[in-house]
């Protein structure tokens, strides 16, 4: 069974309703074995040819009661033309297919169409018409519980509280993590002025690792002696003066700098994937 819903509003409780008339999966082109599947986490760049995924999506605050609920076409109005369209759900037998719907999507649309009984010019009305993209915003197979998605920026909407999952640090995890006692900030630098990418990567050290180095601080201070030019003073604290010397601190603590073995490049990993010993 094959269902095209809309939703008309952009809240987790927000009202589905049923395109009658549309039998087939408007993302039939879309395979997702296609993709390598890469668990989600911010400190990975995937490529063209990967997708990320996330597992027990149901058991998140975040999911939908549509994915978690048995799916019955009765539970839904029809939909009419002079509701809100926000978002695209396409129902495949168990796989939901995602799509935002945006202003650019919406917008009037004039169409050159070459037919064999004559050519025409048509304007299709604002609002009346709206663009399917080849590849959905997102993907959810509820065999399995795990949804897939390329681009984290486009289902934090579709999906509101999903970004406590790549979420800025709070003040106060700034401040206990600039007072950890190997960290000495100096020329005034302080938590007001960590930027939005490293409170992100600060959240990610909170979410990911117990923010206790002491038992390695020998071992972090070498390795970033031999990377970086932070400034270790003779209490063997790491100098941050700015927004650039904490972000080389965390690639060091997240051991992102390193030396190619054939050539001896030294470079620094943009994307982080743990592959096991």
Same mark, same amino acid.
Request: aromatic residues 14%; negative net charge; glycine residues 4%.
């Given at each position: 069974?094959?269902? +095209?819903?809309? =939703?008309?509003? %952009?809240?987790? *409780?927000? &009202?589905? #309703?049923?395109?009658?008339? /549309? ?59 002079? +509701?809100?369209? =926000?978002?695209? %759900?396409?129902? *495949?037998? &168990?796989? #939901?297919?995602?799509?935002? /719907? ?68 709070? *003040? ?106």
């Amino acid at each position: 069974m094959s269902v +095209l819903l809309v =939703k008309s509003s %952009l809240n987790n *409780d927000g &009202d589905f #309703f049923r395109v009658a008339g /549309i039998e087939n999966n408007i993302f039939n082109d879309f395979d997702l074995n296609r993709y390598d599947f890469i668990e989600f986490n911010p400190n990975v760049l995937i490529d063209d040819n990967q997708i990320y995924y996330i597992e027990n999506f149901s058991e998140y605050e975040f999911c939908l009661d549509i994915l978690r609920n048995d799916f019955n076409t009765i539970d839904f109005d029809n939909f009419n033309a002079a +509701l809100d369209k =926000k978002l695209l %759900l396409q129902y *495949d037998n &168990d796989v #939901f297919y995602f799509q935002k /719907i945006t202003k650019s999507m919406l917008g009037t649309k004039k169409i050159l169409r070459f037919l064999n009984d004559g050519n025409r010019f048509e304007v299709f009305n604002n609002s009346q018409s709206i663009s399917i993209n080849d590849e959905p915003d997102a993907t959810y197979n509820k065999e399995n519980d795990t949804l897939y998605f390329k681009k984290f920026s486009r289902i934090k909407n579709i999906f509101n509280g999903i970004y406590i999952l790549y979420r800025d640090a709070t *003040d106060d995890e700034i401040i206990e993590f600039l007072n950890q006692q190997f960290i000495e900030c100096v020329g005034g630098f302080g938590y007001r002025d960590v930027r939005d990418q490293n409170r992100k990567r600060i959240a990610i050290l909170v979410n990911e690792q117990n923010i206790d180095f002491n038992n390695d601080i020998d071992d972090l201070e070498h390795y970033l002696g031999r990377y970086t030019e932070l400034n270790i003073n003779r209490f063997n604290r790491v100098e941050i003066s700015s927004d650039k010397d904490l972000k080389n601190l965390i690639y060091g603590i997240q051991e992102r700098y390193y030396t190619t073995e054939v050539h001896n490049y030294r470079r620094i990993a943009n994307s982080v994937i743990d592959i096991g010993d």
